[in-house]
């Protein structure tokens, strides 16, 4: 198989993490041209020991390294995205491992082949730019779950990253009443509430007036991985670990559009 054949399907997630990493979709597309013209001139090798998708990101990091990530200062001066800019006011290697996690899909353990790094310093980066993240946007939660002890353990992690929990709901019109008191910047959400209704049609209900990003913390997610309707971009399944849920607050929030506009 030729290397254009091996690569092409991850060609377009390349660029579209060069995109995010730059702040700029052409200055993005001159560094993954950079890293396969190196490829194709036998200056950069795909390693053996990596897939291709991971090797592929880890030649554009080489590159990346002696080039691009020089230029942190007059990128961020210049880009006229105000979510980019964020994105680069956050330390190189932690914004490089968020984004490979975060927006890739890798796991830790691959953003550490990919950046040449040990995997604990990649989870410890990730946690960096997670902690940069919430700080920029702490917003208001709204916590619907039905069980006292879950939402209670929910609610000590919005505020350990900074958040503000202004209402908590166990059921479907709790949870409407609670939106029309407060709205929220941030829903997470259970899908079998106290009295028998839906967090699923609750959420619907809010979405109707309220662009806000959400997370449905579930032990039932087949329910939500139907197929039938639009899946939900952050699903944790219960029993969930603190870290996931951290994990998935900051990315809910820094990728929704409407959070990237407010914080503009």
């Known amino acids: 198989m030729s290397l254009l054949a091996r690569l092409a399907p991850h060609l377009p997630y390349v660029r579209r993490y060069a995109r995010a990493l730059t702040g700029d979709q052409s200055t993005g597309d001159n560094y993954v041209r950079v890293a396969l013209e190196a490829l194709a001139a036998g200056e950069q090798q795909l390693s053996a020991d ?34 980019s800019q964020r994105l680069l006011r956050i330390a190189p290697r932690s914004r490089q491992a968020f984004l490979l996690t975060a927006l890739e899909g890798f796991t830790p353990s691959e953003a550490a082949q990919i950046l040449s790094a040990d995997p604990r310093d990649v989870e410890r980066l990730i946690a960096d730019a997670q902690s940069d993240i919430d700080a920029e946007l702490a917003t208001d939660v709204l916590v619907i779950e039905d069980e006292a002890i879950i939402s209670a353990d929910i609610q000590s992690l919005v505020k350990e990253l900074g958040h503000r929990v202004t209402g908590t709901a166990t059921t479907h019109d709790e949870a409407i009443d609670a939106v029309a008191r407060h709205k929220p910047g941030l829903v997470l959400a259970d899908i079998q509430l106290a009295d028998g209704s839906s967090g699923i049609d609750a959420v619907k209900d809010i979405l109707k007036t309220l662009d806000v990003p959400v997370i449905f913390i579930t032990a039932f997610p087949e329910r939500l991985l139907t197929g039938e309707r639009p899946e939900p971009t952050f699903l944790i399944t219960k029993p969930f670990q603190p870290e996931t849920v951290k994990a998935a607050i900051s990315q809910a929030l820094f990728f929704h559009p409407s959070r990237q506009k407010e914080a503009a």
């Open 50 to 83: 990596m897939t291709p998708r991971v090797a592929l990101y880890h030649v554009f990091h080489a590159i990346w390294s002696s080039t691009g990530a020089q230029l942190e200062t007059g990128m961020l001066e210049t880009t006229g995205n105000d979510a």
